[in-house]
């Protein structure tokens, strides 16, 4: 069924709440990250790949706070997500949006696959009508 008007808010504004505070858990994981870096401790691949995660989570924050300080800003919000689907940060992203982002690498890296095949398979032909 539908939801209510007031039922839509409350979960946007849940939304919103937990992923400002997954973003804050974040920061805080990072800044501890930047500390032992400066004090001469190596961060393993991982570390370093969730650094520059929040880093830019925290540089693509800046537009999305305009949205939240300028009055009634937050009516546009969902025309400038559409425009810009990357400008949220992303512990904002839901499970269907990951998935969804998850499929399109992956086609792309199977479609990438099908024509580095097919670029192999040519060039063999060629190699052996050249040697044949």
């Not at 991982?46 to 540089?59: I, P, V, Y």
């Not at 499970?95 to 479609?111: D, P």
């Amino acid at each position: 069924g539908k939801k209510p008007l007031h039922q839509k808010i409350v979960d946007e504004l849940k939304h919103y709440y937990n992923g400002f505070h997954l973003l804050w858990i974040d920061t805080k994981v990072a800044a501890r990250m930047v500390w032992r870096l400066l004090h001469g401790q190596v961060l393993t691949r991982r570390e370093r790949r969730r650094l520059l995660r929040t880093c830019a989570d925290l540089f693509r924050l800046v537009p999305f706070l305009v949205f939240v300080i300028v009055p009634f800003m937050e009516f546009l919000l969902p025309v400038f997500l559409k425009l810009f689907p990357e400008m949220l940060p992303s512990t904002f992203e839901t499970e269907s949006k990951k998935e969804e982002k998850q499929k399109k690498k992956l086609n792309a890296k199977l479609e990438l696959a099908k024509f580095l095949q097919e670029t192999i398979a040519e060039m063999a032909k060629r190699n052996k009508a050249d040697t044949g």
